[in-house]
């Protein structure tokens, strides 16, 4: 009797046994599927979504034009970084001409601190940037402290002066055109110190904090294309301006000042390319045979533009391509 009570709870013990073990062994397996502890199971990660590319901006990169001239430079400020990048004689000077009529408004404008000026003297202002007026740019240049008497030592004036300690330029110099030393459009820069200025406008240091806004406004807004000329004033809205794609103009204003006189007696165009924006500040100085006519300045100032446009638009974007593991 107690052999066969023996035997029915050993067989009783056996069947809750595996009842028991079969669960266990289950949970344990679902987890090495899940691929948790550390098991030789598998697991999968989505990839991360790649993140979009930057904006198109203007960065330093090769430039070729075919230019027929006497002189031709360029340079990019990143206004990031503070590098200058260009041409190899970007450090070489030629004359403003009337680029230089936005810092004359600026410094005008900055000592003014927070006065207001009559309205028929920003009348001045805005017709020296939008419409270039010489007459305007000349009353803002005397009020700013300016003279035209020529001052020993081949030194530049006062508002030039100016310019050169509170921008860092390294290049400029008062003209040494006979008979015009002391005027502003004679004015000696190279386009590394004009795309200096460009920044020094933008970020407040040329107008002061009252200003710096409505001179880059003005800046924005100047008009007229290269067939609006007078004797005293002229369209300006041409050149690095019309060789920006959309894909960055539509990014916030650009602000532009471009300068351009035929010097008869040399026989060739002064044509300078000044615009700035948050990002950069570019500057395009020429010399040229006047035959050529103001219009072939514009196109090479635009052509430098495009060339510096990154990421060029229509190009591919290369995308890294990930190893293909074997199954």
């Known amino acids: 009797m107690r052999s066969r009570v023996t035997l029915v709870l050993a067989i009783t013990a056996v069947v809750l046994g595996g009842v028991l073990l079969v669960p ?16 030789g199971g598998t697991s999968s990660v989505a990839a991360p979504a790649p993140a979009p590319p930057p904006p198109p901006t203007l960065a330093a990169g090769p430039v070729s034009v075919s230019f027929k001239g006497e002189f031709f430079s360029w340079a990019l400020l990143d206004r990031k970084t503070g590098k200058v990048s260009g041409s190899p004689n970007m450090t070489a000077t030629s004359t403003t001409e009337s680029m230089i009529k936005a810092w004359i408004v600026s410094d005008y404008l900055r000592q003014l601190g927070n006065k207001e000026p009559p309205a028929e003297k920003m009348k001045y202002a805005t017709a020296a940037i939008r419409d270039s007026n010489d007459d305007a740019a000349n009353w803002l240049y005397a009020a700013a ?35 015009f030393e002391g005027w502003w ?30 001179v880059l406004n003005e800046m924005a807004n100047v008009r007229g294309s290269v067939a609006k000329q007078q004797d005293r004033s002229g369209g300006g809205r041409w050149g690095i301006i019309d060789g920006l794609p959309k894909s960055i103009t539509a990014q916030g204003p650009v602000s532009i000042k471009n300068g351009w006189t035929p010097i008869y007696d040399e026989g060739n165009w002064h044509v300078n390319c000044l615009a700035v924006t948050g990002k950069w500040s570019l500057t395009v100085m020429l010399r040229y045979p006047i035959r050529s006519g103001l219009d072939y300045g514009a196109k090479v100032c635009a052509s430098v533009a495009t060339q510096l446009v990154t990421p060029q638009p229509g190009a591919a974007l290369k995308v890294p391509q990930q190893p293909v593991g074997k199954l």
Do not use: E
């Open 185 to 214: 459009s004679f004015t000696r820069m190279s386009p590394r110190d004009a795309a200096r200025l460009g920044d020094c406008i933008a970020d407040g240091k040329a107008a002061g904090p009252k200003w710096t806004k409505w």
């Open 24 to 39: 266990t062994a289950y949970a344990r397996l679902a987890s090495d599927d899940s691929g948790g502890g550390g098991g």
């Open 145 to 179: 402290g300016g003279s035209y008497k020529v001052l020993p030592g081949g030194q530049p004036g006062p508002v030039i002066k100016r310019a050169i300690s509170i921008c860092g330029l390294t290049d400029t110099k008062r003209g040494n055109v006979p008979h």
